[in-house]
DNA sequence: GTGAAAGCGCTAACAG
DNA sequence: CTGTTAGCGCTTTCAC
């Protein structure tokens, strides 16, 4: 009862050609007279085939798909990344294969591993820790097998990856030091992991500010914050509830802003007045509720089609680069009045 | 230079036995000695083997991956359904192929197109738009192939698929009537598209409650929305600007809230005071943001482990079933203090 | 320009 | 319990 797909051969017998013919036509590849090929398109659109792509994949043994692996489908970061993955993967006949870390390094190994078998023609990834000798190992030996890694926003102590990042640490720079000239001096930082690139480097912006205009950075405006919600909100209470809170704090990820905003909502303070606040990261929802909130952030769908677009790269390029390519994105600082040092202050 | 994946013959050589026992002791089948599976997993363990799932699935005919095609990555009500599908995918050993229409007939067009050339295992898909013949024909030529299709949140004019979708009519009914029994009269409504089984369906939990109390619904009070936040934000402006306005306005979907949230915000309003909200599906965003915005909701990342749950039914069973198994999920009220029917009114 | 045939790496009878 | 062998559907020499 159960229609099969029709085979390179019922589409050969049908044509009166033979599978070599078929397989011509179908790749667009080297002279069929123009008989044989009508013949043959005639029969594929009878038999209504559409070739086995796990069956070309094994002949030419190479595929058309790629992983994406990331720590946290649900975090709009990361849907943006997809997005533009995807995006650029179709337009170039590639497949995504999703893959979702949790943020948690076993469930990487995990999925690595699954990933060997299957034998993708390349990797994007943001790795769960950029310390973790076992994804390093992996994915370098993903590399040995000619299958093209770039690292997305995270990184990992091998040159050999190809990457793509933003300049994180002069957007926060700029940020931090438009808090300064605004008239700010109790300045506080909800940091990200301070293993990871971004978390060490956002950070490193905030402080070259700080030192820069030798602003003081007493110990207790400096939070370490893990990118998690629950977290920053509990340390930005923190903040404003300290004796000196500061005038102004800078949050260093989407869901860090979003904790600070809870806690600031909470304690019935006014932003851009009472405290003022500029985060990493844009985020549409709070432009939408017209939130006014200034960001530091960089154009991450085009993060997502820029990784794709290395990876291409890689499938062009015959002899594997020695060097990874490190594509660096630019950060923007977009004031929109929460960093605005407020009468009451 | 570049390594190679080592083979089951590299494997049977090494060990010293014949690949088919390879292959058994890989697959866990059917008895083996002991001693030859020593063998054989210490060769393993030497070579770094992992098998070729594109061999596998060649030679069984049969493959362990599973397409997503959503309409929309960026909207967070996909990004958990998402997430719901691969943990149960993952935790089963498939691998999920993603696909995003971006809400185009078009788009989906060759998304299923490109589809069938992997022989996947089964399909989730929440299709664009419910009367697309062309989906339809596709869709079921898939299922007549044996590949289960199970329908997300959206339906098609077919009873053959499985599908899972929520109680949305009676959510809608009881927040309307919470609405009514609040004190409103003067009750609003931003629909869904109404080709859509969610947008009509969720436009007649709302008629029901209207009509069953006896509550006036002047044409000036429905408005057809999008599902987008752009018209909504139109329509919920033009509502409150309205010479009579609305008390409510019940909104229905996520960014349908976004919409009215940007217009009550723009306009000065107080929710739950100046106006009330109730909206279809929770928004994370606003909690953290202390919004409290009363919902009526699902357990989104539920629906995509019961869509992917249905898959694996489907793989289980031997003969594909006449008619598609409907799976229907509690909506749930939540009231959260925006219904309120404020004192000004 | 076209066909025959040898793989790609693995599974699954079928004999032993 | 184990090896031999015939596919799975397609690509790709290599002759003709």
Known sequence: MSKQEAN?????????VSIATVSRVMN???SVSEKSRKRVMDAV??????????????????????????PDIDNPFFSKILQGVTL????????VLLYNTDESVEKEQKVL??????????????????????????LRSFAERSIPVVLLDRELDD???DRVVTEDEDGVYRAVRSLIQGGHRRIAVITGPQQSRTGKERFRGYERAMEEFRVPMPREYIRYGDYRMQCAYEEAKALCQLPQPPTAIFSSNNMTTYGCLKAISELGLRLGEDISLIGFD??????WLNYNVSVVCRDVKEMGRRAMGLLLDCFDRETPAEEGHREVLPAELILRGSERYGHDL
């Open 28 to 30: 667009h590849s080297t």
């Open 45 to 70: 659109k009878l038999l209504n085939y559409v070739p086995n792509s796990t069956a070309r994949s094994l002949s030419t043994s190479q595929s058309m798909s790629i992983g994406v692996v990331v």
């Open 159 to 161: 040159p050999c990856f």
């Open 88 to 95: 650029l993967a179709e337009e170039h006949g590639y497949q």
């Open 8 to 16: 390179i051969y019922e589409i050969a017998k049908e044509a009166g």
């Open 113 to 138: 591993r699954s990933m060997r078998e299957h034998r993708l023609r390349g990797i994007v990834i943001t790795p769960v820790s950029e310390h973790s000798k076992e994804t390093l190992v992996q």
């Open 282 to 287: 844009d985020i549409d929802a709070l432009n």
